[in-house]
């Protein structure tokens, strides 16, 4: 299945999310994150973009929201771990890893960590029917019941309201590169 995610649905997402917090979409960006840029040398490594383009084909998510995730999870830090153990660029967790196909070692590969973060954002969103929102929910506090409202914790609708942030973001600046 193809995901075909548009900058409407991105907009329209970021004021859902915003709604169901009571705020209003700011129009501040990341600090300078555009186009996927890491902030510690202004250069967005050759490596994780080929990584998040390498993906394409097989999960076929849009590279802004893919860069997106990356940026929140990791700020593009191929070796971060959190606190729950959670493993690169998409931080994924050593106990998805199997049924994602990978071995727990592979996480800290950025291309095998893209791509086991990719496919469980695909399998995400088709369980959650195309809902954004949901999937990144579920993608950073576990699974829930589709359209259940934000978890009631400071942390998971800051990442959403982030994540959708820097996916307008992103696309922006494709948008722009791919103008002639």
């Keep these: 299945m193809v995901w075909n995610v548009k900058r409407s649905t991105v907009a329209l997402a970021l004021v859902l999310a915003s709604s169901a917090l009571g705020e209003k979409p700011s129009s501040q960006g990341p600090r300078n994150a555009e186009c996927g840029q890491r902030e510690r040398d202004g250069a967005f490594d050759a490596d994780i973009h080929a990584a998040v383009l390498e993906v394409a084909p097989v999960w076929p998510l849009p590279t802004s929201f893919v860069k997106a995730v990356i940026r929140q999870e990791s700020d593009f830090n191929p070796k971060a771990l959190s ?58 506090a576990g699974p829930r019941p589709r359209l259940a409202p934000l ?30």
Excluded at 157 to 172: G, H
Aim: aromatic content about 10%; hydrophobic content about 45%; overall charge positive.
């Design 83 to 140: 606190r729950a153990g959670a493993i690169g660029l998409m931080q994924v967790l050593p106990s998805n890893a199997q049924p994602l196909g990978f071995a727990p070692d592979a996480l800290w590969k950025p291309a095998q960590n893209v791509l086991a973060g990719t496919r469980l954002l695909a399998v995400l969103l088709r369980h959650y029917q195309g809902d954004v929102i949901s999937t990144l929910v579920a993608y950073n």
């Design 151 to 180: 978890p009631d914790n400071s942390e998971t609708p800051a990442y959403v309201r982030a994540v959708l942030r820097f996916w307008a973001r992103f696309e922006k600046c494709e948008a722009r590169h791919s103008s002639p």
